[in-house]
């Protein structure tokens, strides 16, 4: 069966690299990883989870940098083929709808998302607890604070591409102020970008073992003929600590809060050495996915080891495809999730 991306334009100038002979994986990790190394900026000790898209006749993306105070900010990066990145020295400077500087205390693991011509970058980031922060841009000169969506805790979130019955759609994952022993992925609704309402459950850990503490969304669903595929992350806890791996699931294309097919395999787990060892090890994160429709090629960009940005490689066809044969959704998964 062929399945076709839907609306994320063509992009010859995608990364790729074809499947390794003798890989039986759905995704393939870029054989010279990590594209993005340890202090790649003066001041910043580490790039990780962030988020490109395409522009102009290149790339451009926002990035996790942890300075060398601790501090995660944003940076602003730009890339011609999406893997050589060079990023801007002083951190994305947001301002108020007034043009005042409005920077929050810290701000981390943001995703980009183009909606109509805004970019909007979404992120965690204190409002009297870790909540989600947004700011949209036209020029990725001028950076607009959007009201936070949500009152604390929620320290995870991406916006779908498009209005999704006439409303802008946001997936995020309700937790507490730590490193959350829990969290289920929720979706809401807004008008206006400003008020959000109309919230339900898309799906929570599962019994797997490699996603049985808690969840949250990836890269921004990528739509496509039988759904939007959404990359996420689940993660399990070891009496080493936590794993995070990539999971894979297919969402209803009119009502996302009904889950269609979910994997019961990880489509991703730390096996390189950038995954495995790092500043917290075994951390496979994806934050962005970019994509050709002419080829159903698609890119994921994703975080290792909270100290290095990491790409893989897969084909739409392969990985829903491959989401679809090993289907483990539950009844609560495919419910619209409204109780
Ligand atoms: C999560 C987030 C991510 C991080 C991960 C592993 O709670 O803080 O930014 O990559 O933990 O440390």
């Given amino acids: 069966m062929s399945i076709k991306l839907i609306g994320t334009g063509c992009l010859p100038n995608i990364?790729?690299?074809?499947?390794?002979?003798?890989?039986?994986a759905p995704i393939w990790r870029y054989n010279e990883n990590p594209i993005i190394n340890r202090n790649p900026i003066e001041g910043v000790a580490r790039i990780f989870n962030s988020a490109v898209m395409p522009y102009e006749n290149g790339f451009i993306g926002v990035f996790r940098g942890e300075q060398v105070n601790g501090i995660p900010f944003i940076y602003l990066g730009r890339s011609r083929d999406g893997i050589q990145w060079v990023f801007e020295k002083e951190k994305i400077q947001f301002t108020d709808e007034n043009g005042k500087p409005f920077m929050p205390d810290y701000a981390y693991d943001p995703r980009l998302v183009k909606i109509d011509d805004t970019y909007y970058i979404i992120w965690c980031q204190d409002a009297y607890g870790a909540a989600i922060g947004m700011a949209k841009t036209t020029d990725f000169k001028v950076f607009t604070r959007v009201e936070n969506p949500f009152l604390p805790f929620n320290r995870n979130a991406v916006l779908f591409p498009r209005r999704v019955g006439g409303n802008f759609m946001l997936l995020s994952r309700p937790s507490d102020s730590g490193h959350t022993p829990f969290g289920d992925i929720f979706l809401s609704e807004s008008k206006d970008m400003e008020f959000w309402g109309r919230h339900r459950?898309?799906?929570?850990?599962?019994?797997?073992?490699?996603?049985?503490?808690?969840?949250g969304s990836g890269s921004a669903p990528i739509e496509t003929s039988e759904g939007w595929l959404l990359l996420y992350h689940g993660v399990t806890n070891t009496c080493n600590g936590f794993v995070y791996s990539m999971g894979g699931a297919i969402l209803d294309i009119d009502e996302p809060s009904k889950v269609k097919y979910r994997c019961e395999n990880f489509l991703l787990t730390p096996e390189e050495w950038y995954e495995e060892r790092g500043f917290v090890p075994n951390v496979c994160f994806p934050c962005a996915a970019i994509s050709d429709e002419e080829t159903g090629r698609i890119a994921i960009y994703y975080g290792c080891a909270d100290s290095y940005v990491g790409l893989a490689f897969t084909t739409v066809n392969e990985v829903v495809e491959y989401i679809r044969m090993h289907d483990a959704a539950s009844d609560d998964d495919r419910s619209d999730g409204r109780k």
């Fill in 15 to 24: 990364p790729w690299q074809d499947k390794p002979e003798g890989c039986s």
């Fill in 201 to 215: 459950h898309v799906m929570g850990k599962s019994g797997r073992w490699w996603e049985n503490l808690k969840i």
